[in-house]
């Protein structure tokens, strides 16, 4: 499904106990391919910081369930800078679509000390359009959220099913290098996430092995979640 030039994709979540995840993953890994990025067998680890703006307004409208809306967000991989992507994932009802561009350390830092010029005189237009967010609505970094993802692929209706575990919100810095970053448990119960993702069709035979009728489907935000829970630690 298409809204305008932007590929719309169907995402399913639900929380899930340890016990049914290593159910699912021993009949799933039958069937699909592990993710190419992953590095062990837990998968691999994914640090993002989430901006928002004066009003909060990313944090707000998925509290109020508004059809249509945005988030941004920086994201990278495994500690690493070999990766760092400005991303923005934007929600149309049921369905998601993600965007990214690809930033060097050095426009990563320029980004943190708030000089976005060269995201103005950028050829993506995600770059002009995080430009225009920062200058005319006071975007500010808001929480670090922290977590292990186990993810496998389907070729047909390019499915991806990921397994977030451990989610954690930073609480001591909006750095995603630091490396005396301080985080705290973002969910308390013995749960982690489960994501589908797929374009037009979830073949049946998948949608058999994940059970999906025994689990409740629920609206889950990690970064509403870790907003939350750094909400303790400081008030931003």
Do not use: W
């Not at 909006?174 to 993702?197: G, R």
């Amino acid at each position: 499904m298409k809204y305008g030039n932007k590929k719309l994709r169907h995402e399913l979540k639900y929380y899930i106990s340890y016990h049914v995840f290593e159910e699912l993953r021993s009949r799933l890994r039958y069937v699909v391919q592990p993710d190419k990025n992953s590095v062990n067998e837990d998968g691999y680890h994914i640090r993002s910081l989430y901006f928002d703006n004066f009003f909060d307004t990313a944090l707000y409208e998925k509290l109020a369930g508004v059809h249509r809306r945005d988030k941004y967000r920086i994201r990278i991989y495994n500690e690493s800078d070999r990766h760092i992507k400005l991303e923005r994932k934007s929600k149309f009802g049921d369905y998601i679509c993600k965007e990214s561009m690809n930033l060097t350390r050095e426009e990563y830092e320029k980004i943190m000390n708030r000089d976005f010029e060269f995201l103005r005189v950028s050829d993506s237009q995600l770059g002009k359009a995080f430009y225009i967010k920062c200058t005319s609505e006071n975007m500010q970094p808001r929480i670090i959220v922290d977590y292990v993802r186990e993810a496998y692929t389907y070729e047909f209706g390019d499915v991806r099913i990921t397994f977030d575990k451990r989610l954690m919100a930073g609480v001591s810095s909006f750095d995603i290098f630091n490396p005396e970053l301080v985080t705290v448990n973002a969910i308390h119960d013995k749960f982690m996430v489960l994501e589908i993702k797929y374009n037009e069709y979830l073949p049946s035979h998948i949608r058999g092995i994940l059970q999906l009728e025994s689990h409740q489907r629920s609206a889950i935000s990690k970064y509403v979640i870790c907003r939350e829970e750094g909400m303790y630690y400081y008030k931003n």
